[in-house]
């Protein structure tokens, strides 16, 4: 009998979102309410148009884009089929059997998978009111930590952190330690917190700052993700990374997206009204839902039975939510932020649903 690699065979698979039959509307995956630029969908056809030859594996006109656009140094930014790719790299990179990466209670989902795939231990730190809390973090530091992960904004959470505890998270931790801030999220939240004081941490040498195209630039389809590293510790993710990890189309496509940023910030604008009139409207049908600073909310119900019925009724209107349990949050539907119809029609549900 063909049996894998004992690591492998007693791995959960990742849970992935189930999205439903097909005239179901996904609010489950954080996915953009809004088309990418046209100019990225232009320029990924336009790219479409020739196949023949391997994708730049530098990613040469991502790169300089990304860089224009954020005021950094190009030689340090590593793009990935994905965010995800490069988190999977990092772990791989930088924790093994007997190392411990640290993750928050309500972190991404996903980093715990891939710490499993890299056969080290995966951590939590509690959080305080769904936020995450660095002196619980650095709490939760042991000689075996290797890898930090902090989500700002949060997902599934929606709750932001200031950059000056990041910063002294940063200056807490250990320097051996290495700090991953991942930020798919953070276009969302840029007015309030300038960008440029995170990505200074990647100066010091400890520090990795990761992004997406999937959330506020609308190509989730497409699968690129970057992120801003110190030198040296670049050098060593290279090796882990598919050679030509992301096709011709989705690197012309995204580099037109970064170009593109009055697009890109017009999509946050109107997704967040969207997002604050819904969380509004659930607020006064006596929800609770934390200040999001992201493109999706997190709703709080009374019980976890309340949440269920709710999702139900959702599903009866084949509306998808994504549920909670997996992060210990069953009285908790995540909603993404949708057109202003469909966040109608779920308000609509959730009425029927509490009164
Ligand atoms: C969506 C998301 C990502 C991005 O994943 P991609 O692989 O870039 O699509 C990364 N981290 C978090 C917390 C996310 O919610």
């Known amino acids: 009998m063909i049996r894998p690699v004992p690591s492998v065979g007693a791995m959960a698979a990742y849970a992935l979102a189930d999205l439903g039959g097909a005239q179901t509307v996904s609010l489950a995956q954080n996915e953009s309410a809004f088309p990418a630029s046209p100019a990225a969908v232009a320029a990924g056809q336009a790219a479409m148009s020739d196949l023949t030859l391997y994708p730049d594996p530098e990613w040469p006109e991502l790169r300089t884009a990304i860089a224009a656009a954020h005021g950094l140094d190009p030689a340090r930014i590593l793009c990935g089929a994905g965010s995800m790719e490069l988190i999977g790299c990092l772990i791989r990179a930088f924790a093994g059997p007997g190392d411990q990466v640290l993750g928050t209670q309500y972190g991404y989902a996903f980093v715990a998978s891939a710490t499993a795939q890299a056969q080290a231990e995966y951590t939590v730190a509690s959080e305080v009111d769904l936020t995450v809390s660095v002196n619980a973090v650095l709490a939760a530091v042991t000689p075996k930590t290797r890898i930090v992960f902090v989500c700002n904004p949060g997902n599934p959470t929606g709750t932001l952190i200031a950059n000056s505890e990041i910063t002294r998270l940063r200056s807490s931790l250990p320097r051996d330690v290495l700090l991953v801030v991942d930020q798919a999220y953070a276009e969302f939240a840029d007015p309030t917190n300038d960008p440029a004081e995170i990505f200074a941490l990647a100066d010091q040498g400890d520090t990795v700052i990761t992004r997406t195209f999937s959330k506020a630039y609308g190509l989730a389809g497409a699968r690129a993700g970057w992120g801003y590293f110190p030198d040296r510790l670049a050098g060593e993710i290279r090796k882990l990374l598919n050679p030509n990890n992301i096709s011709i189309a989705a690197q012309a496509a995204a580099a037109a997206a970064m170009r593109d940023q009055v697009h890109m910030r017009d999509v946050v604008v109107q997704t967040a009204a969207i997002r604050d009139r819904f969380a509004q409207n659930c607020r006064d049908l006596g929800l ?47 909603a993404t932020i949708c057109p202003p119809d469909v966040m109608d029609r779920a308000h609509n549900v959730l009425k029927g649903v509490l009164t």
């Open 288 to 334: 609770t839902v934390p200040e999001s600073h992201t493109n999706f909310v997190l709703i709080r119900f009374a019980s976890a039975a309340q949440a269920q019925a709710a999702d139900v009724a959702l599903r009866a209107e084949h509306l998808l939510m994504r549920g909670m349990g997996g992060y210990g949050l069953s009285d908790c539907l995540r």
